[in-house]
């Protein structure tokens, strides 16, 4: 019993009321958000368009998620957090509603849009609040709990999506607005405002004003966001280029469901074991062992031609994106100074649309003309970056103990002003 009750507080415990109010909105939020992904079919099924006008109708709405991102992270630092998510959830959920009663493709394509947009503003700003209100020493255990939430939500809104889809495309786009209506009353009722207006002081004093442009020129973070690109990429190879490997070996589309699912299943059942099984380790070892994981992870499939092989390999790589999860978010809140937390957390979160362009785009060309060998890129790609965090993270470290210490003179004199 001591032992369960160590583990939980390793894994849970210490955490402010504030940080699971945002926990049970992301975790409705990600459960309730399951209409796009269906949107494709219900375009092609319901609206009679073809293949290539779904395809730019759900593409726009990734351009709307890209947009939506920075919007997010540049209103969460100026309106606040809580502001910047009300905003997006209510828009969404109103957005959602018009989508499920439009029947025009221009009105549907443009709507889609909107709907990447808001869709994508809570992502800096979820983040942001939590640090703001967080203790930095139980960060890692915050930041593996909203991984797993945003898993969690994700297995939820599969399984509903299927089984409203099939019912009804009407009941799929308005309990997705339902849904997010019911994230937004948690946010209202119970979140409060977290930003710091002190912080609009700078930390470090500058010649000019901070802005995104501060975080679109800050070369060790751009470093560290160009490595988590690369883990990027290596991740959306089981939504993009694996199923087309599976299908060349001759297994069935059930099978590559079964993979999917064993990753999920392990994400949910282990993922709050992982704070305890880093702790000891430097940030930069984590994600560079993780990274390493994920690289023979996905080497394997040069050789794999049956199910329980893919399945391994899935474990590996699985593994290595449960561990990398924490390191990665914690490091990306460490190197922001506060003033700006959330536009670098929306110069972070870009990497994601990024690779999944990215990826199978040129992963498609890559399978076609090298063929299985495509596996061995990836793998090289995986120990790049493995190699990446080992060299970047001395100049990281100290980076973040820097930005502390000019945190803590701001804290000082605006103290001694008082």
């Keep these: 019993m001591r032992g369960l009750r160590r583990w939980w507080d390793g894994s849970a415990g210490g955490l402010p009321a504030t940080f699971w109010y945002l926990w049970s909105g992301l975790l ?53 957090r809580r502001a910047t998510l009300l905003a997006a959830h209510v828009g969404a959920a109103g957005l959602m509603a018009a989508l499920a009663f439009s029947r025009h493709l221009l009105v549907i394509a443009v709507l889609a849009a909107l709907v990447g947009v808001v869709h994508s503003m809570p992502g800096p ?21 909203q991984f797993w939430a945003f898993n969690l939500g994700m297995a939820v809104a599969s399984l509903l999506a299927g089984v409203l889809a099939e019912a009804s495309f009407l009941a799929l786009f308005l309990v997705d607005a339902g849904t997010t209506l019911a994230a ?13 207006r002190r912080t609009r002081v700078p930390a470090v004093p500058t010649d000019r004003r901070p802005g995104l442009h501060t975080a679109l020129t ?44 064993l990753g999920g299943a392990l ?6 074991f992982v704070p305890r099984l880093i702790a000891p380790y430097r940030k930069a070892t984590v994600l560079s062992i993780s990274t390493g994981l994920m690289a023979v992870g996905f080497g394997v499939l040069a050789v794999a031609d049956e199910l329980p092989l893919y399945l391994g390999a ?25 003033e700006l937390r959330a536009r670098y957390q929306s110069v972070f979160y870009l990497t994601f649309p990024a690779a999944s362009f990215v990826a199978p785009a040129l992963g498609g ?15 090289a790609l995986g120990l790049v970056a493995a190699a990446g965090h080992l060299l970047a993270g001395p100049s990281r470290e100290r980076r973040v103990a820097a930005l502390r210490s000019a945190v803590a003179g701001r804290e000082k004199a605006l103290a001694g002003n008082r």
């Design 267 to 272: 994400i949910v059942a282990g993922q709050l």
């Design 28 to 80: 409705i939020n990600r459960a309730g958000a399951f209409a796009m992904l269906f949107l494709s079919l219900y375009l092609t099924a319901a609206r009679g368009a073809s293949a290539s006008l779904a395809g730019v109708v759900v593409g726009a709405y990734g351009v709307g998620g890209a947009v939506g991102t920075l919007l997010g992270g540049v209103l969460a630092d100026r309106w606040g």
């Design 184 to 196: 937004a009353v948690v946010i209202a009722l119970k979140v409060p405002e977290t930003l710091d």
């Design 125 to 145: 700003a979820f983040v942001a609040a939590i640090v703001d209100v967080v203790p930095e020493a139980r960060r890692a255990p915050a930041f593996n709990l």
């Design 218 to 261: 800050d070369r060790v973070f751009l470093v560290f966001v160009g490595l988590t690109f690369l883990l990027a990429v290596l991740t959306m190879q089981t939504s993009t280029i694996m199923p087309l490997a599976m299908r060349a070996d001759g297994l069935r589309p059930s099978a590559y469901g079964v993979v999917v699912a």
């Design 365 to 379: 060309l890559s399978i076609e003309y090298l063929g299985e060998r495509h596996w061995l890129v990836v793998a």
């Design 314 to 338: 899935a474990v590996v790589w699985t593994v290595g994106q449960m561990l990398a999860a924490p390191p990665n978010a914690q490091i990306n809140a460490d190197l922001a100074p506060p």
